[in-house]
């Protein structure tokens, strides 16, 4: 594939983290100690993980001038319909506005179907709010990252049982990794074996804040490069849990 892109779709915002001494009480005032802002989103931080780790990548969503703005429109089927697919060897899609979206991915899935296997786009999509138009999306990814609210608000108590769960909804051939904070990750691949990598928490925890992002970057990044799902799973979890020791992203390689 060359240098050929990863493509991460979805959101870009800004983040206002305030330092406490300890989690505020309901209805009290608490001095801060630090502040200070950056910029997250979930599909920002997955491309600024993946070019962290050297992969080539892109990423998709609205711009703003300006420090602060609102109301700023997701990614439609026209915007995206003016992608060149040939510069891309991989898309991921932050689940958000589900209905564009499917009809994006069918995009994909058409421009694949005139391609060589080995020209062909991977597709992976994130499944994290719990709400009911993301759910249309389980069956249309090649890889799915799913969230522990997700399977928690299905009734699943685990990450081993949620991946069973929701395996019927997966296309033909697919993948599908739940993580679970510190109790790590599992997966599930086509030959419906549940694998599985512990967490790899830091001496200290600092800011977890962007680590199920960091999480999927590096699962990208590591089956993007050829790798086995053991062990991008196990990957994912180490820089994940390098994350939650440092404040923002400076330093997760070390």
């Not at 199920?212 to 062990?231: C, H, M, P």
Request: proline content about 4%; some cysteine.
């Amino acid at each position: 594939m060359g240098d050929k892109k990863i493509l991460s779709i979805g959101l870009v915002c800004l983040d206002i983290i305030n330092v406490v001494d300890k989690y505020p009480e309901e209805d009290t005032d608490t001095r801060c100690l630090s502040q200070r802002w950056q910029r997250g989103g979930n599909a920002s931080n997955t491309c600024t993980v993946l070019s962290l780790l050297g992969a080539p990548c892109a990423f998709m969503g609205s711009l703003a001038p300006g420090p602060v703005a609102e109301n700023l429109p997701d990614v439609s089927v026209e915007d995206f319909s003016k992608v060149d697919l040939s510069q891309f060897k991989w898309v991921h899609w932050e689940g958000r506005n589900a209905d564009e979206q499917v009809k994006m991915i069918e995009m994909v899935r058409e421009y694949n179907s005139k391609q060589e296997e080995k020209n062909r786009i991977t597709i992976s999509v994130e499944i994290e709010k719990t709400r009911e138009p993301l759910y249309q999306l389980f069956p249309l990814g090649d890889l799915v990252f799913v969230s522990k609210d997700v399977a928690q608000h299905f009734g699943f108590n685990s990450a081993s049982a949620a991946l069973k769960g929701f395996s019927g909804r997966l296309r033909k051939g697919a993948t599908l990794i739940c993580a679970w904070a510190e109790k790590g990750a599992d997966a599930i691949g086509p030959d419906g074996v549940v694998i599985h990598s512990d967490a790899f928490p830091p001496e200290k925890l600092v800011d977890t804040l962007g680590a199920g992002d960091t999480f999927n970057a590096s699962v990208i990044y590591s089956l993007s490069n050829g790798g086995s799902l053991q062990d991008a799973l196990t990957f994912g979890c180490q820089i994940a849990g390098k994350k939650c020791g440092v404040h923002g992203y400076d330093g997760i390689l070390h």
